[in-house]
């Protein structure tokens, strides 16, 4: 995955802009580094490739060039995946991202796998970005520093129920591993 990122993050550089609001677009091919045993993209490889599309957009977008200048970088605090057909070795896709919204704490993204018009994987993440100095940047931090007006996007009802059910515990406190009897 390393050469792949490295080549995207510098072709995202000359690629057309985009605004934050846009549906970023890149077009890939399954290679044989994303495939498992059974011949299909690997479903851990789907969460590595939506990487590449995040920072696509940021890149398109400005965001990357305004965050990096501050000192914030991104972090996934939680996504899932469903999957309904299969990308197979060599097969052309479209990775979409685009940000659905925002709450008091995180940055929600959407992103799908298209195949001729078809979605063939669609996720869904939940991003907050941190201090290379320590700490956390508040979403207000962030739409100062992405000059956005978070109040024009609207996130899906059943994202923040969503976001609660696979919250965890913060990282300071503990969270230890115990299973039901």
């Known amino acids: 995955m390393i050469f792949r990122t490295v080549f995207h993050f510098l072709r995202s550089h000359t690629s057309s802009k985009l605004a934050m609001n846009a549906v970023g677009r890149m077009r890939l091919r399954v290679l044989p580094t994303d495939i498992d045993t059974l011949g299909h993209v690997n479903n851990g490889m789907y969460l590595s490739l939506m990487d590449l599309g995040r920072v696509d957009l940021m890149i398109r977008a400005g965001a990357m060039r305004s965050v990096a200048r501050l000192g914030f970088y991104p972090v996934v605090v939680s996504e899932t995946i469903s999957f309904r057909r299969s990308l197979e070795l060599w097969q052309k896709y479209t990775l979409e991202t685009r940000v659905i919204g925002f709450d008091a704490k995180a940055v929600y993204i959407e992103q799908r796998f ?19 100095s320590g700490g956390v940047v508040s979403v207000d931090e962030l739409a100062a520093a992405l000059d956005v007006d978070t109040s024009t996007y609207e996130l ?26």
């Open 114 to 132: 298209v195949v001729g018009g078809e979605i063939y994987a669609h996720a869904f993440v939940r991003s907050r970005f941190l201090k290379k």
């Open 156 to 181: 899906p009802e059943w994202v923040g129920g969503w976001a609660e059910s696979v919250a965890m515990a913060p990282s300071r406190a503990s969270a230890p591993s115990e299973w039901p009897a």
